[in-house]
């Protein structure tokens, strides 16, 4: 390669070697760019690489399930970053008990350390497992001071029946959750900062052997 057709700053390390640093600032600028950007790369390829290896152990046994599907068996077929906000908050509710105010109380599911839809999913499945029973569930539910109703529904083939309940809270100014153990001022303060979303709608299905098989959370407009 002739000098001509040399890119530029290909002279950088054996200018850097043969005279002081200080005395070839542009050259020390490409390098440490350089520097960075395999630091980066090595970063981005390594972080996933970890938490893919930490995120195996924490969602094997989670009862949560996307049509009947763990996260286990969609991540064949999802992305690694489409399933990370489950993983995520399977890590911060990994049992049942971890979604309590008060252990071994169904009842008082701590609203106050929910801090998304996903969360809600991930410990409406966990529930919905200890319950065992649409008509638990649906009783749960009416405890928390939601409004009810139950649908069946036959799937695949040979079709099953499945039953889902529907769940629906309305939070105005004055809302009073009467009979309910647990405190919803925190989950009212988060819906009104969303306005127009004043309204939480929740879903568990059950397959024909009373196991979790889907879970949704919502904002449904009134």
């Given amino acids: 390669m002739t000098k001509a ?19 070839s600032p542009k050259c020390l600028s490409q390098l440490a760019l350089l520097y960075a950007s395999i630091v980066l790369a090595a970063t981005i390829g390594i972080a996933p690489q970890r938490a893919r290896a930490q995120d195996t152990s924490t969602t094997i046994d989670h009862p949560f399930r996307i049509v ?17 906000p489950y993983r995520s908050a399977i890590r911060r509710f990994p049992t049942v008990e971890s979604c309590l105010a008060e252990p071994g109380d169904l009842a008082s599911i701590d609203w106050t ?11 409406l499945a966990a529930v919905g497992d200890a319950l065992g029973s649409p008509a638990a569930s649906a009783e749960w539910f009416t405890v928390q001071g939601f409004s009810t109703r139950e649908s ?3 799937r695949g083939s040979p079709s099953v029946v499945h ?28 819906l009104r900062e969303i306005g127009t979303y ?6 568990i299905q059950f397959d024909s ?13 009134k």
């Fill in 163 to 190: 039953t889902t309940v529907f769940a629906r809270w309305d939070s105005p100014e004055n809302a009073a959750i009467s009979g309910s153990k647990s405190s919803l001022t925190g989950l009212r303060a988060s």
């Fill in 68 to 84: 009947g599907n763990s996260i286990d068996e969609l991540s064949e077929r999802w992305s690694w970053y489409r399933l990370w």
């Fill in 209 to 221: 052997t009373n196991s979790v098989f889907d879970v949704s959370a919502s904002y449904p407009r």
């Fill in 5 to 23: 057709q040399q890119p530029k700053g290909w002279n950088c390390p054996r200018l850097l070697l043969e005279t002081n640093l200080t005395r």
């Fill in 198 to 203: 004043n309204t939480l709608g929740l879903a």
């Fill in 113 to 123: 350390a929910i801090r998304s839809l996903t969360d809600v999913r991930i410990c």
């Fill in 152 to 154: 069946k529904r036959e």
